[in-house]
């Protein structure tokens, strides 16, 4: 098993001497995912856990790499323009992003957390952006670079037709029904004729509840592959 930091956070260093061309960033961020899996397990299909903005890495490397998955499952995507409402989200995204350029990331974070219906996520956020607890500069790097492209990209789900077997969405137990990552794959799932397993916790469940989530997608995984039994 790996987990990785994406280019640009925390450990995953960009040189001061290399280019990065942000228009294609998301693409960038699935070749890198690509590049990863070939090292780590040549010539082995992978199974693939985005969540969040990584569960849109997940998606796009699903569209430009399907041969080196083995499963890939997508843990609530904000992929707005899925959606039917992705209009009205779009102007949602850009009035969250001009909070934080007009008045910084925590009373922007507060509106992300109403508009996302996530209101009961804050305080673990929150928490994750403290100078005692994690780094403040993921946050910054992820308004800056990721929190307009990648929520407003324009997924071609039709590219991975003949691929969609390998997908699976995930969702919180306590996420709200109506926001738009849980929306996302459950629309995702309607155009797949595939289904969305539940998790436990919220959108962060990972970190709320890391325990109990782990044991949930060991399910998802055994019955979606039947390589988890016994462990």
């Known amino acids: 098993m790996a987990i990785y930091d994406r280019r640009g956070f925390s450990r995953s260093y960009l040189s001061a001497t290399a280019t990065q061309n942000y228009t294609n960033r998301l693409a960038t961020d699935a070749d890198d995912v690509a590049l990863l899996i070939k090292h ?3 010539g082995m299909p992978a199974t693939v856990l985005g969540t969040s903005s990584g569960a849109l890495v997940a998606l796009e490397l699903l569209t430009r790499h399907p041969s ?3 499963t890939l499952l997508t843990h609530e995507p904000p ?3 899925l959606l039917p409402d992705s209009a009205t989200l779009e102007v949602g995204q850009r009035e969250i992003y001009d909070t934080y350029h007009s008045f910084s990331i925590p009373p922007a974070l507060a509106k992300f957390g109403t508009y996302y219906k996530a209101e009961n996520d804050i305080p673990t956020f929150q928490s994750s952006l403290d ?3 994690g780094d403040f ?3 910054q790097y992820w308004f800056e ?3 307009l492209q990648y929520p407003l990209h324009n997924l071609d789900l039709d590219l991975v037709t003949k691929d969609k077997h390998l997908w699976r969405g995930v969702n919180g137990k306590r996420t709200n029904v109506e926001a738009p990552h849980y929306r996302a794959n459950l629309e995702i799932a309607g155009r797949f004729g595939a289904k969305v397993d539940i998790l436990v916790g919220s959108h962060v469940g990972y970190a709320s509840d890391p325990v109990e989530w782990a044991k ?3 399910v998802v995984l055994a019955d979606r592959e039947g390589v988890m039994n016994g462990l």
Request: aromatic fraction near 4%; avoid cysteine.
């Open 40 to 42: 780590l397990s040549p």
């Open 68 to 70: 080196i998955l083995r």
């Open 79 to 81: 992929a707005l323009k």
């Open 131 to 133: 100078p005692k607890n």
């Open 137 to 139: 500069g993921n946050a």
């Open 145 to 147: 670079r990721e929190f």
């Open 216 to 218: 949930d997608l060991l």
